[in-house]
């Protein structure tokens, strides 16, 4: 006979599955880098550091969880998020370990120290000057990522070109450059690289999937 407290445990059980299948450092970031744009086996071993078949591994873990999908193109496999919950899902507990978590909050500290960074009131704040031109907005992910989805009014100039491509910056306005989110390098890196040349650039913490959390 079925009673009340085994449908209670079943019930967390089903939700616990999915806390499983994110508890792994690995697996966050491969959540954190199909929010940018669905990819490759191969793609998400080279951006997380680790082999295909380990990255095999984890996807599958993550799969089995209803957290992402899988389609075959051609020899390839790609993989994306199941729905934009399940990135909003990282950028929630991203941002409750930092409340949390100490050490992390060090780690940010420390990042943030080295770089400069944009502080606005709000998204529509940063809106209303990227459409009148104030300030100018620049997407340094790979270009398959500003593809797939990008603030409002960015330009794609990923980190990769930009030393190539600082004659299309103006050096009268702030240039503001975001990445992934805040644990993504590849904003400092743009704007060291830009303060250098004379450019007042800032950093802004935010990427494409906290900006639509």
């Avoid at 909050?105 to 400069?116: E, K, M, N, R, V």
């Avoid at 990227?130 to 980190?159: C, N, Q, T």
């Avoid at 050096?171 to 993504?184: L, N, Q, S, T």
Wanted: aromatic letters at 6%; proline letters at 4%; charged letters at 25%.
């Amino acid at each position: 006979m079925t009673t009340n407290r085994t449908i209670k445990d079943a019930l967390y059980e089903q939700v616990a599955r999915i806390a499983k299948a994110a508890a792994s450092p690995k697996r966050l970031e491969l959540i954190e880098l199909l929010g940018q744009s669905p990819k490759t086996v191969e793609a998400l071993a080279k951006e997380a550091g680790i082999s295909a078949k380990l990255a095999s591994a984890h996807l599958k873990e993550l799969k089995s969880a209803r957290l992402v999908e899988a389609e075959r193109q051609g020899k390839y496999t790609i993989y994306r998020l199941a729905s934009s919950e399940v990135g909003q899902l990282w950028v929630t507990l991203r941002v409750l370990a930092e409340d949390r978590l100490f050490e992390l909050q060090d780690a940010l500290g420390q990042l943030s120290a080295a770089t400069h960074e944009w502080v606005g009131n709000s998204h529509e704040e940063l809106l209303g000057k990227a459409k009148s031109g104030a300030v100018v907005v620049i997407d340094v992910r790979p270009g398959d990522e500003y593809e797939a989805g990008h603030l409002p009014f960015a330009r794609s100039m990923p980190l990769a070109e930009l030393r190539n491509r600082l004659a299309e910056l103006p050096k009268d306005r702030p240039v503001i450059a975001y990445c992934r989110g805040p644990f993504c390098l590849m904003s400092a890196d743009a704007v060291r690289l830009l303060r250098g040349q004379g450019i007042d650039a800032l950093q802004m913490r935010e990427g494409v999937v906290e900006w639509n959390s």
